[in-house]
């Protein structure tokens, strides 16, 4: 199993960013498959998921700046971040919703103001 995040980068406030993360080694399509991010000092937390189907969710604090999406056939997942904040500095993962796979590197996201 590999889940490759890619995509981060250092970005001004108010900028935009695209994740991707690519996944090998599992049944994708039948997995709900979400992002989620670690900041310094602060455990890991559930950004946004979304079903098989396309149904999506999202926390609060990125709720309307941050869409997921996926293709199943490239057994690949999105995350398109818009208006940045310094708050969403963050090593960005993804991984199933519950949790079934090892964590992969992630990709950094920083957000300077």
């Known amino acids: 199993v590999q889940l490759q995040a890619s995509g981060g980068g250092l970005v001004q406030v108010g900028e935009s960013l695209r994740l991707s993360c690519a996944a090998s080694?599992?049944?994708?399509?039948?997995?709900?498959m979400g992002w989620y991010r670690q900041a310094p000092g602060k455990q890991r937390e559930l950004v946004a998921h979304?079903?098989?189907?396309?149904?999506?969710y999202y926390a609060g604090s990125v709720k309307g700046r941050f869409t997921i999406s996926r293709d199943n056939a490239k057994n690949t997942v999105y995350l398109q971040m818009n208006s940045l904040k310094p708050e969403d500095t963050a090593v960005y993962f993804c991984?199933?919703?519950?949790?079934?796979?090892?964590w992969g590197k992630g990709t950094q996201v920083t957000v300077s103001s």
């Open positions: 080694g599992i049944i994708f399509s039948i997995d709900i």
């Open positions: 979304v079903t098989s189907g396309g149904s999506t």
């Open positions: 991984n199933s919703v519950p949790i079934k796979y090892i």
